[in-house]
Each structure stands twice: as C-alpha cells, then as structure tokens.
C-alpha cells in the first residue's frame, strides 16, 4: 500500500469522519478513494448503531431529560458509528441550524432535529429548509409560534435568511433588504406548535408542528422581487433557486470540510478563500438540483480538497471524539462518557447549547489560553495511556520494525500512525533532540512503549496538531 | 513616585442555579412569607434577624458575623428589566450586560482589559473553575482558567517530573512565533507560551501560601482559597472569578436540606476568605462580589421553588460600607411580576458602582449604558 494513498485516506477520515486507526486506513485505502467516498454518502450501506444496546446499558440517554445525557448520547454515536458521515453531517447543520437547550421546552426535541438533519441533511436543500420551519425545536427557539398575522415576530423571518439560507450579502451587495424579512414573517404566520402542555405534574412532552390558518395572513406579499399570496413553502421555494442560497451552502461547506474561512458575518464584503472551488461547488448545487450529496461529492473528489491538508482547526467535539475513536477507548457503552463531553465543553463548545443562534466561531476562534490548555492536556492524556487498544497497536506496530529504532523513526513512525501528520522541520528536529536526549530506543523493552507514548504526547502538544 | 496603596481587585463568586432570594435574606416578619412558603419555608425563630422584617437564613451565620462588623452590602431586589427565567439566558445577561439581545463580550473580559491594555500580565484575570464563564470573555484577551491551582500546568499528564519538564521545554521552543508562519500560528504560539507562563507562575503560589483558616472541602471553599493563595502572591491579578458547581442553587426539589448545606458551605467560604485575607493584611484592596442569575419564585411548589426574577446578591470587603440597599421587594400580589418578586435595582447600576467606585474604570462603555450607582464603596 503506497503511504500516499493512506495520507490521502486519513486526510477524507477525519474530515468527512471524526478520523480512523491506521489499521483502518489501510484497509480503507486498499478499497479506493473514491469506493470509500461513496461509502461515507451513502450511509445506510452500513449498520446503524444498536439502539436497543444504548437502552439496556445506558436508560438516561433514553430519557433525553437533560442536556449532559443527550451530549453523551451523541457523542457515543459519532465515536462508535459506521457511518461517520451521517454523524459529520448532523454536525455541520447543527453548527448552521442551531437551536439552544437554553431555550428549549423538551430536551428531547433537539435529538428529533438532529435525527432530520441526518436524513434530510444528505438531501435536497429545499426539503431540508421545509423540515426546518416545521421543525417544533426550530419553530420554537426562534419564536415563530409568537408570531400572528396581526403582530408578526420577525425572529424565523430574519434568521432563515441572515443565517439558515442566504447570508447578508455576497460579493459586497446584500442579498435581502428588511422588508424582505417582514414579507418572509409574514408569510410564516399561522406555522406554529402545539400547545405545550403543564410541565407539572407529569413532566415535560414532545410537541408537534401545527399549521393555524386561522392565524395566516392571506394577504398579498412581494418577497425578493416576487409578488403573490406567499404561503411559508412559496418563501422557503423562492429562497433555494437565489444564487445566494447556492453561495450559501458552498461556503459553509468549504469552510467545514475544506479550510477556514474568515467568520460568517465577514462574508458579504469577504471573498471565499477559494472562488473557484467554491464556484464548483455553487455549478452542482444548482445542475444537481439543491442535491447536497451531490455537492460532496464534486467536494470530497476534487483536487481543492485533497491538497487542503491540515488547513482547518480542528473543532472540540473533531479533538474529542477523534481521540477517542484514534485510542479506541469508549467503543462499548459504559460509565465515564461524561467527563469526556464536559471536555468538550471545557474546549468550548457545548453540544446542543451554542452560545448564540449564529453558533460558534470557528477556526482560530477555538483556541484560547483556557481552551489550548484544556485541549493538549486531554489529548496529551489520552495518546500517552498505554493501556489504550490503539496506542497499544502504535507500539507494537513501531516494535516490529527491528530490534532498534532511530530518533528519526521514533517521530516519523507516530507521525505516520496518527493519520501521516505533518510538522515543521523546527518542531521535527526538536522532537527528534528530545527522542536522542533519552538515549538508545530498543523496541523489545519495557520502556519502549513508554517511550513511544511519550512521543506521541509531544507531538499531540503541537501546534501543528491542532489543525486537520 | 511610589505609593503604598495598592491595587483594587474584584473577586466575583458566581452562584449557579438561581438561589432563592426569599430563603436567603428571609422576610421573616412578612404575613406574606409564610402564606406564600406553606413548605419550603425557613421557621421564623430560627432566623438570625437583621431587622424585625428581615434577617439572615440561619446557615448564613459566618456571613451574619460579618455584616454585624459593617463589612457587608446586601443589594435587594437586583434584577433587570424582562426578566428571562431560564438559567443560561439569565446567567449570559448578567455576564454580557445584554438584556435585548445575544452578547458576545463579558464585563469583566472588557474590564481586563481596560485593566491591562498592552496584556502585560497574562493573570490580570483569573478564572478557577474549568471553562471559561462568558462573563470574562473578550477576543484577544488571555484570562487563565484555573481547574486545580495544585496541579494546574501544560502536559500535566506527563506523571516522570523530568520527562515532563523536557517536554515542556521543547513545548516552549517549538511554540516560539516564528517568521513568516501567518498571524493563525503567531496567535497559537503566543497562546501557547501565556498558557505556559501563567502556569509557571501560578503554580508557585500555594507554596508561597500559609495561614491559620482552615477551608471546608467543599468546592467554593476550595477555589475561595485558591483565590486567596494567588491574591497574597502578588501576581498582579486585579479580577477573580468562580463559579459554585453547575446548578448547585437550582432547587426545584428538596430545597430546604439542600440551600442549607449550599449556604453553610458558601458562607463559611466566604468568611474564611475575608479572615485569611485580613489574616495577611491584604484585605483592603479586594471586594468580593456573590451573586446569581434570577430568584425563585414567590410560591413553593411543594419541595423546592421554581424559576423567578429578582434576586439578592452581596458585597463583602473590608472598605464596603455594610448595609441594606434597595428595596426588600414587595410580596403583595398586585407587586409581583409574573408571580415574581419585582427587581429595583438594575444589576448593572451594581457593576458600574463596581467598575468605577473601586476599580477607577469608566463602566459605560463596560456595562452598555449610564445606570445609577450605589454608595456600598
């Protein structure tokens, strides 16, 4: 197996995944790049995780009663999928579409949101915005249920364009004016959910999206240059045939699977860092018909993917759960899987609570001197256990290769088994120098995978780790 | 020029969950208290009386002692205009001073700020408690979030001390900024060496540290003393922040068993604090700040008290003038907002009196707006 191909491999996994093993790698690599791209967009070809196995072991995520136990839910769900793309794709709407526990009336609704993301996120991105304003956690947060066709709220209205669909502005115009945002709020009146029942005494209950014609404003609406009696589907219609709308899920999706791009509200007057990909991608939105399956594919098949190599910082929950997935702890469910989406959290971002409806900041924007120190000393924990399945196999696999290895060897082969990262020669020398400061390395010993762990505790303290 | 006078430091200590305001300065001579808290009610003999209206929860002695020596403010009825009952939202207003709408800069990040424009000190704040509250966050400005003073540091993982510190010291050259590797790795290597040095320097503070108070176990015993332990060795660090366990005051159920362990664990911190820091003669300079994100309601539910507004929060300094300011709110029906006692005293006002009294900042620009201050400094 050429090392290429594998370093191609782990470059796909940990961008349309949450990462791999070599061992998978390899194996992955072996099928074809392009076999295992179709595996990922299709992802009923494989098993789904067992739900009836999360019940017997862990009832409380059934409940969905609070924001910790849906967090670990979720996060045993992308550690131990076969389908990590599904899992990938929950994220990346999530982190567009978010709604927040904070104003959430039954937990459990957010879990029915990230189970339509999971289908309908593959989908067209016309039915997507559709089960998105009828979505009764969607519907909710962003107060349309409030909204009634003699006092509109024009929360949803402004939203669905300034963040779910178009964007303020492109190449320096705006792409809707505040009328159109009233037109829009207007046309929503009457999408609302259903009464909620008394917390008290019963605890809380699941709502339902209802539409009330009642509450409906019949009257005629102009919405982006068009005029007719706008029904809420009219507006979500006319809003995915803008150009904008092509524009707006390119660049969310070369910012998520790609490389960083400057932050959302910088768009209107920022170019994409890649026109052309991002051109690319906008053609297929289009020729495809809104298809978002068929976006990833031109996305994770195209020569701006492959070369952008360690050009996005990774997010926490991308740190956590591909460490976990990379040590292969957590792959039954058991107690303990708490401590690892506080981490999350401690890195700074809580799982169905964003801080504001515009989600997190990306990029750089993770790190800081809290969040840094959080993030190295929990991965740094995790690679130097040496009781960890998969550091066991990095171990065994850099014994295997003589009775000694070089200092050169000793950084190069972690740097290959932890996916073929990379360093800067200045980084790779000085771990180098720290690997001959500790003398001899032979592989038979029983300091060698201490040895070895502590390498890969160094290397995980990079800065250059930091990115995917 | 040299001056004895040092420099002003604020402590905040963040009470999490909502406490019940009505549990806590008790309106014990109120006909009202006791038809409104038929169960979750604190017996009127037991109170320890500040007044023949009002008086300290009986957990709260420690802070009682205190607020006889006049070293302690009790803000009543503090609050905001529409209230929000959810604690996240609540908590976010009173961290970014943004009622109407989602902020994204703290108050106290932007008074580090002011603080330390040139970051000098990488401890001009201080957070102990993991995560970063939003109330301290600001883009650019480094402020250490501090987990466990006695074993807070990079790679600490790393068990072998001379292992670690071999890694470390590659950790400080490998994040050495370097030329032309783009302003995204200049800021991670600059993070990286402020993360490296605020652990070097806080983890020589508790073997700076002795003293005779002796802290509870508890966790807000534990970060009030680790505030105490890094105040005394002489940082720099002018804002102190943390944080009572997620939720802890959230007392839908069980109330009374578990407001009294939650006020006799904080009070006694809070008075240990004000001792070891009177202890070092280095209590003149420090306010400490107890606040939370709303009061419960006005009516039991039985076992506990639910979400409500206005609230009570606390000011304990050795330069504080002790007292009562506002208003007790009113618990006449036709008063109450919601079923909620009404707020009179915007928190911002508080935190302005705060920024500009004691910490000589301009709070306008800190707090978004001109409210009115109060004379507790």
């Not at chain 1, 404003?217 to 904008?244: H, M």
């Not at chain 1, 791009?261 to 690319?280: F, S």
């Not at chain 2, 159920?253 to 809070?270: F, I, Q």
Request: aromatic share 10%; hydrophobic share 35%.
């Amino acid at each position: 197996m050429a090392e290429q191909d594998i370093a191609l491999m782990a470059h796909l996994m940990r961008r349309a995944g949450f990462g791999a093993t070599y061992e998978e790698l390899e194996a992955r690599a072996a099928k074809g790049y392009e076999a295992t791209v179709e595996e990922l967009l299709n992802p009923e070809s494989q098993p789904a995780i067992q739900d009836d196995i999360l019940m017997r072991y862990q009832p409380q995520w059934v409940s969905k009663a609070g924001l910790e136990g849906q967090q670990e839910e979720w996060t045993y769900r992308m550690i131990n999928t076969k389908r990590p793309l599904e899992e990938k794709i929950a994220l990346f709407w999530h982190h567009i579409f978010c709604t927040g526990h904070a104003k959430c009336e039954y937990p459990k609704q957010q879990n029915i949101e990230l189970d339509m993301f999971r289908t309908l996120g593959f989908g067209n991105f016309e039915e997507l915005l559709m089960g998105l304003s009828m979505d009764p956690a969607m519907v909710f947060y962003l107060d349309n249920c409030m909204s009634h066709k003699d006092a509109i709220n024009e929360n949803w209205g402004r939203e669905l364009l300034e963040l779910f669909s178009l964007g303020v502005g492109m190449d320096g115009n705006a792409n809707y004016s505040e009328d159109d945002v009233k037109e829009a709020a207007r046309a929503f009146t009457g999408w609302t959910v259903t009464n909620s029942i008394p917390r008290y005494p019963y605890g809380k209950y699941e709502a339902a999206f209802i539409y009330d014609p009642s509450d409906h404003d019949y009257t005629e609406k102009t919405f982006l240059g068009e005029t007719g009696n706008f029904n809420g589907e009219d507006i979500v219609k006319i809003v995915a045939r803008q150009p904008a709308a092509a524009r707006f899920v390119a660049r969310h999706m070369y910012n998520f699977f790609v490389a960083d791009e400057p932050q959302v509200p910088a768009w209107q007057n920022t170019p994409p860092r890649d026109p052309e990909a991002v051109k690319m991608l906008e053609d297929e939105y289009f020729r495809s018909g809104y298809d978002i399956r068929s976006m990833l594919r031109v996305l994770f098949n195209s020569d701006f993917f492959k070369n952008a190599r360690f050009e996005k910082v990774k997010s926490p929950t991308e740190t956590v759960v591909g460490t976990m997935r990379l040590v292969g702890d957590f792959d039954m469910p058991r107690p303990g899987l708490n401590a690892m989406t506080l981490t999350i959290r401690y890195m700074g971002q809580d799982l169905l609570n964003p801080p504001t409806v515009e989600g997190w900041h990306t990029g750089r924007e993770w790190i800081d001197s809290g969040t840094l120190v959080e993030r190295i000393n929990f991965t740094a924990d995790a690679v130097g256990d040496t009781s960890h399945r998969g550091v066991q196999a990095i171990i065994s696999r850099l014994g295997s290769e003589g009775a000694t290895i070089s200092s050169e060897r000793l950084v190069d082969g972690c740097l290959q088994l932890l996916g073929h990262y990379q360093l800067a020669d200045v980084t790779r020398n000085e771990l180098i120098a720290l690997a001959d400061s500790e003398g001899e390395l032979r592989t038979g010993t029983d300091e060698f995978g201490t040895r070895v762990g502590q390498m890969l505790q160094s290397i995980v303290a990079t800065t250059e780790y930091l990115f995917e | 020029m040299t001056s004895t006078k040092k420099d002003p430091v604020l402590v905040v200590l963040q009470l999490s969950g909502g406490n019940d305001a009505l549990n806590t300065i008790v309106p014990y001579g109120d006909p009202l208290y006791l038809d409104n808290r038929p169960n979750v009610r604190i017996p009127v003999d037991q109170v320890l009386p500040i007044n023949d209206r009002i008086g300290f929860n009986p957990a709260m002695g420690p802070m009682k002692r205190l607020y006889d020596e006049g070293k302690v403010a009790i803000i009543q009825g503090v609050g905001y205009p529409t209230p929000s009952r959810s604690h996240f939202r609540s908590m976010d207003i009173w961290h970014t001073c943004e009622p109407d709408k989602v902020g994204d800069e703290g108050w106290l990040g932007r008074a580090v700020r002011d603080l330390d424009p040139g970051k000098e000190n990488v401890l001009t704040g201080v957070n102990f408690g993991r995560g970063l509250p939003r109330a301290l966050v600001a883009p650019g400005v480094p402020v250490a979030s501090v987990g466990n003073l006695e074993t807070y540091g990079v790679l600490t993982g790393i068990e072998i001390e001379e292992q670690r510190t071999k890694a470390l010291d590659v950790f400080s050259r490998v994040y050495s900024p370097m030329l032309g590797q783009g302003p995204v790795l200049d800021y991670f290597a600059q993070t990286g060496l402020d993360a490296l040095e605020g652990a070097d320097i806080l983890s020589t503070a508790p073997q700076m540290y002795s003293s005779s108070v002796e802290y509870g176990n508890d966790t807000v015993a534990q970060y009030m003393r680790n505030i105490a332990q890094t105040h005394l060795a002489g940082f720099g660090t002018r804002v102190f922040y943390t944080t009572a366990p997620y939720n802890s005051f959230d007392t839908h159920a069980g109330e009374l068993a578990n407001h009294t362990r939650l006020w006799t664990e904080t009070s006694h911190a809070v008075a240990d604090f004000y001792d070891d820091l009177k202890e070092h003669n280095a209590g003149d300079e420090v306010v400490l700040l107890v606040f939370t994100e709303f009061g419960r309601r006005v009516h039991d539910n039985g076992s506990g008290t639910d979400h409500g507004s206005g609230g009570v929060a606390f000011l304990v300094g050795e330069n504080v003038n002790g007292g009562l300011y506002g208003e007790y709110p009113s618990l006449e029906d036709n008063k109450l907002l919601e079923g909620d006692l009404h707020y009179n005293n915007d928190f911002r006002g508080l935190y302005s009196t705060l920024l500009e009294k004691h910490m000589g900042l301009d709070a306008q620009p800190i707090v978004n707006g001109s409210f009115e201050q109060m004379d507790f400094i």
